[in-house]
């Protein structure tokens, strides 16, 4: 039998401190109401409503993750944000327009305690926005605001995670600041303009030993310095960007494509939405940071080196348009080129009509709960083991990610399984065919 990993309890409660009280963090928080007043179900999310399968298939034994591992229930959470403006939580899920004002009003009083702490903020980092409920000073002085915020937080919970949910932030490279943690620090004191906000979140967070996962494209726990800062104080990472829409339709699709070995030749794909989300990608520089992302994900499911005959040269293109008429209601396109036996051609057209932030609002959860069970069983840098939930995983150096959605997925629940102590499901199943099968010597 495998060895059983010594997990702290899941006694108290799971602190989770939001960055951004947007069209995301809202409809997560009024579900999460609505949830605990049983008054909604919570669908789509792994930590509330999944399964795995333990044992043999002859066994029959499916269990509830939650009761395979103590992970923290909905009447558990506490929550607080940070927002650079002051709306509480249901002025800011009134003006996101995601829900309906009928499910509001359910949860309206917990929603309008819901009041975001002001937030650190620049902005050359986010071109669209003018926030008026901000943090003063240089960025030494900010995060250790956030640090202070985090610290008064913690004396109302056990422990505390913090998930981005806030604005995508403009694309940027590495730069010398991201190197080393020594290296950050001093770019800290020197007020360094490239150090972004969403870095000042994650740094003040891991100093307060709160794991931190990014919601968002942007470069913030995926740099030499948050990694090296999350191993010194031994508190997990991950990120980056939720996977919903489009991307996880592409993560669906694609694996299906390339394991039936369809060649592709092209992937465009377009949508229009209408959000906030929608007119901060409006700014190219945004925009590029969502582009990096989404683009990433092909590759490594359509590998040209392992499959020059199928993959080499495929034309990616996608596109955001914001088109303020369609809200938070997203219309996603794709046609993909593919080609089969005889290189004869196909095409195939998605038309998905989606609501992103109802599909990003479970992996919110997912995500708090997740890194807060790691944190609690003794993980801690890079949880690459959490990339189901994101479109651009994050991995230890030189591993290039996983993107397949069904691969994400076993290795999620194997490594939920491992931590129980229980056998890993490889789908060999060749033990349930006896003599049939033949002996190795
Ligand atoms: N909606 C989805 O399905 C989805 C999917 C993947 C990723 N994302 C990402 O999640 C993030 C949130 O999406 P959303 O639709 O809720 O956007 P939104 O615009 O509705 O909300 C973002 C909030 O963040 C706030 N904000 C901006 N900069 C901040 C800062 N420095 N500190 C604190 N708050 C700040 C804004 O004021 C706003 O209220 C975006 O980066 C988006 O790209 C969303």
């Not at 726990?221 to 996977?243: C, N, Q, W, Y």
Request: hydrophobic share 40%; with cysteine; proline share 6%.
């Amino acid at each position: 039998m495998p060895q059983k990993l010594e997990i702290a309890p899941n006694k108290g409660k799971l602190g989770i401190m939001l960055v951004g009280l947007g069209a995301v963090s809202t409809t997560f928080v009024t579900g999460l109401y609505m949830i605990r007043k049983d008054l909604a179900k919570p669908i789509g999310c792994q930590a509330w409503m999944g399964t795995a399968r333990l044992g043999k298939r002859t066994d029959n034994r499916f269990v509830k993750l939650n009761e395979l591992l103590p992970l923290a229930m909905p009447q558990d959470i506490e929550l607080a944000a940070w927002d650079i403006f002051p709306d509480n939580a249901y002025e800011a899920a009134k003006a996101a327009a995601v829900l309906k004002d009928a499910d509001l009003e359910k949860v309206k009083d917990e929603l309008v305690a819901l009041k975001p702490l002001p937030g650190a903020f620049d902005v050359n980092y986010v071109k669209r926005l003018n926030g008026t409920h901000v943090k003063t000073g240089t960025r030494r002085e900010m995060a250790e605001a956030l640090r202070a915020d985090i610290r008064e937080f913690r004396k109302k919970v056990d422990r505390v995670v913090v998930v981005w949910a806030a604005s995508t932030e403009v694309y940027a490279d590495p730069g010398p600041a991201h190197q080393s943690i020594d290296a950050f620090e001093k770019a800290l004191d020197a007020n360094d303009p490239s150090i972004a906000p969403s870095q000042l979140y994650a740094y003040a967070a891991l100093m307060e030993k709160a794991g931190y996962a990014n919601g968002a494209p942007n470069l913030t726990v995926d740099i030499p310095a948050m990694v090296e800062l999350s191993h010194r104080m031994k508190t997990p990472i991950s990120g980056k960007d939720f996977k919903t829409g489009q991307t996880l339709m592409k993560t669906i699709i694609a694996p299906g494509l390339a394991n039936r070995l369809l060649g592709v030749k092209g992937w465009f794909s377009t949508n229009i939405l209408g959000n906030r989300d929608g007119e901060v990608l409006d700014d190219p520089g945004s925009f590029k940071s969502k582009e990096v992302s989404k683009a990433g994900v092909l590759p490594p499911i359509f590998n040209e080196k392992v499959y020059p005959e199928l993959f080499s040269d495929i034309y990616h293109k996608v596109r955001i348009n914001y088109y303020p008429p369609r809200g938070d209601e997203k219309e996603g396109w794709d046609n993909i080129d593919i080609f089969g036996w005889l290189g004869y051609p196909m095409q195939i057209k998605v038309d998905f009509l989606c609501r992103d932030s109802i599909l990003a609002a479970p992996i919110v959860a997912d995500l708090a709960v997740f890194t807060d069970l790691a944190a609690r069983a003794g993980f801690y840098g890079v949880q690459e083991w959490l990339s189901f939930f994101y479109k651009t995983p994050q991995t230890a150096t030189g591993l290039y990610p996983e993107h397949d959605l069904f691969i994400q997925k076993v290795k999620f629940k194997n490594t939920l399984r491992w931590m129980a102590g229980e056998d890993l499901i490889t789908h060999l199943g060749l033990d349930y065919y006896g003599e049939g099968v033949p002996k190795k010597s």
